[in-house]
């Protein structure tokens, strides 16, 4: 009796699992756009996203031109957006925005854009050119958009793919000061702040440029040294000038001092 239970259980298991199946695949292989337009929207109100994006997509061809043809293009790429496939999402806002420009569909889509392209970059060791593309996409959003209840959100990216490519350009220089080419790493860390003078990093990039002089300064022949303590002296200015109450004001001052008594000699 007991084993007569177990294998009932199992063959009801079984037979929802198949009807439940059943049910997407028959709407799947349906001509019944009512139908599968409803279906579509049954699945993606439970927060099935991939299957949603399925019959949406199936469902392309046969509202072209009709007024659910906007709606169905967005709810395609709002699947897949919600399911996570940022890739295909973009692609599906990108298509949407320049079939339906006018939609009431299309502040959102083109913002939703930018999220699958702010979603799909990569932290700032990595390739940037996803990054650009993503703020090109947020400052034409901001342009088109400037009252947008977006709006917030925009510059939070913005700031955020900013600071990353600003850290990107940091780091690179100061490679050179890690690996001891102080000379190097003096002339890449200036060119970060002509690249970008208001790189959110430009506290450190300014200490590592006082710091890479003085290393430099320091390890030279004699016949080189006043020279680049005086190039040393300059740079420590220019940095106490502008971060008085730096945390690296310490540092720089030994630095400062140490020249100072060879420049007396």
Same mark, same amino acid.
Request: aromatic share 16%; charged share 30%; glycine share 2%.
């Given at each position: ?119 799909? $970059? ?26 947008? $209840? ?116």
């Amino acid at each position: 009796m007991k084993y007569i239970k177990i294998a009932v259980l199992f063959l009801t298991l079984a037979l929802t699992a198949i009807s439940c199946k059943s049910q997407y695949d028959l709407l799947h292989q349906s001509t019944d756009v009512e139908e599968v337009y409803k279906g579509a929207f049954r699945y993606f109100e439970a927060g099935k996203y991939l299957k949603a994006a399925d019959l949406f997509d199936k469902l392309l061809l046969s509202v072209r031109g009709t007024n659910r043809d906007d709606t169905v293009q967005f709810y395609l790429g709002l699947s897949n957006y919600r399911y996570g496939d940022y890739v295909i999402a973009e692609a599906n806002f990108d298509q949407f925005i320049s079939v339906f420009p006018r939609s009431p569909f299309t502040e959102e889509a083109k913002y939703l854009r930018v999220e699958c392209l702010y979603g799909s $970059t990569y932290r700032y060791e990595l390739d940037q050119l996803p990054t650009y593309k993503a703020m090109s996409a947020i400052n034409l959003f901001l342009y088109e958009y400037p009252n947008s $209840t977006y709006l917030k959100r925009m510059r939070d990216m913005l700031v955020d793919l900013q600071e990353r490519l600003d850290r990107k350009s940091f780091e690179s220089a100061k490679i050179y000061y890690t690996i001891e080419d102080y000379k190097a790493a003096a002339y890449a860390l200036k060119n970060v702040l002509r690249e970008n003078a208001n790189n959110q990093y430009r506290e450190e990039v300014l200490y590592y440029i006082v710091a890479a002089n003085y290393q430099y300064a320091i390890n030279s022949v004699p016949s080189k040294q006043r020279e680049r303590f005086l190039s040393l002296v300059d740079e420590y200015y220019n940095f106490v000038s502008e971060f008085p109450d730096s945390k690296y004001k310490k540092e720089t001052d030994k630095m400062f001092e140490r020249a100072q008594q060879y420049l007396k000699k």
